[in-house]
């Protein structure tokens, strides 16, 4: 596969799907009879976590953005200026919403909608890639189904969740739905292999452990920090012998996410209040600079609110991960005890001595703890208490 789908392995059928509608969109750009119903103006990108639903709705942007003509295939050359602008979210033509806290308010979304309304620079699509759509609060989908229903002629809509119905049902019966599929662990190594020169079997160990999440296996393959964190996250089951050693795992366990978390924020916050005061000119002199300044304050706490938000987010999402690996653990363990044949997740080496040394009830009574812990945490259940809690039931014979 070449052009802008190459990031896409094993999602064929949305592939061709997005590769029609795009050659449809060109079609009515050049004022060509176009297939019918090829194209429309609102999409619903939908799949799990890390089944690349962000990657395919920015690859169809550059397809419907892109200044080559590319033919009866459809598609974006993934090279030219204008595609290259898409990737590098640098398009004037592209709004990327990325909402940073835990959801997206009304106001916000009004001023997108104005923006969206607006007429392509390029001449050819408005396109607004909206990202985690469903963190919309309900008023915020309200504003948006405005805009939905009633769209400005060569807007586009791309809206990202993990499901359909992770949408208000107005919202979602006015998109055309694109369902991505949780690609197979060949797919992810054969990208990881040939993109990124990546050795094949390492990259089909890394395929295995992000079962499916074409960008964790590639951290996992490639940043040597990403892979000992895992690996410190999968030495629990084996720590977890009795009760001192239990709580130290928890707390390993929380500070482990806390630093990972703190790693991602940290590269993102400084640039981001560097950029800001860039904008309101500090370090220059003359008329207007104190009022400046003053506005600068607002805006600089704002910021920091939004910061703060992220932050939090980010810190529960890097906890929630490594408790989904450790729960995947224990599935492989329940898939050995029960003599299951299906693909591991970890090595069976890792997984043999634990397996034969409990009972599959055991096994299942250790990922309702995971998935119990999983739960008090969206609860806002302080999260040390949370995982030493999972640790003791962990701990249990
Ligand atoms: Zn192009």
Redesign the pocket.
Known sequence: MTG?FIDLPGQDAVVAQLRRAAAGAADLLAGRRAEPGAMTHAWLFTGPPGSGRSVAARAFA?ALL???DVGDAGG?????A??RQVFAGTHADLLLIRPEGLSYGVKQTRDLVLRAAGKPTGGRWQIVLFEDADRCTEQAANALLKAIEEPAPRTVWLLCAPSAEDLVPTIRSRCRVVTLVVPSSAAVAQVLTERDGVEPARALAAARAAQGHIGRARRLATDASAAKRRADVLRVPSSVTSLGPALSAAAALVRTAEEEAKAVTGELDEPEREALRRAFGEGSSGKGVAKAMRGMAGAMKDLEDRQKSRATRVKRDTLDQALLELALFYRDILMLQLGAGVELANPESDLRKLASSSTPEATLRRLQAIMHCRERLTLNVAPLLAVEEMALSLSEG
Do not use: H, Q
């Open positions: 802008v550059a892109c200044g080559t974006g050359c993934g090279e030219c204008s595609c």
